[in-house]
């Protein structure tokens, strides 16, 4: 009888066996013509702005988004299975669910409060 992790080796071998082969192909293979424009850092086409010494501050919206991206993957993750058991749970569980939607709703009203779903 042979091992049941042994197809799950042989998959993860073969996409990282791909991985390196993709990206030693591509070190190989791809041009090597660098110019100004391929060494700047990449900023989804906006021109990038002079930046401070240091670095400068980042606007804390985008600590705030990638927060509520946060909170929102992990109640998503949390919902799911319990709707899918929801019959054998019982009262406790949906009691616990009430409680974590609505410490979600905290936090989804602070984000809103403080301007983090507006984008200038």
């Keep these: 009888m042979s091992n049941p992790y042994v197809p799950l080796l042989i998959l993860l071998g073969l996409g990282f066996g791909f991985a390196v082969l ?5 070190l190989v293979v791809g041009p090597k013509r660098y110019n100004r424009a391929k060494l700047e850092a990449y900023e989804c086409g906006i021109q990038p702005t002079p930046r401070a010494e240091g670095g400068g501050r980042v606007p804390i919206k985008y600590f705030l988004t990638a927060m509520l ?3 929102f993957d992990i ?3 949390f919902l799911y299975p319990f709707a899918v058991a929801f019959d054998q749970l019982g009262l406790f569980a949906l009691v616990e669910m009430v409680l974590f939607v609505l410490t979600v709703f905290v936090a989804y009203a602070y ?3 403080r301007g983090g779903l507006e984008w200038d």
Excluded: A, N, P, Q
């Excluded at 993709?22 to 591509?26: A, E």
């Design 22 to 26: 993709s990206v030693g192909t591509s």
């Design 75 to 77: 109640e998503s993750v």
């Design 69 to 71: 991206f946060i909170i």
């Design 111 to 113: 984000v809103w409060k």
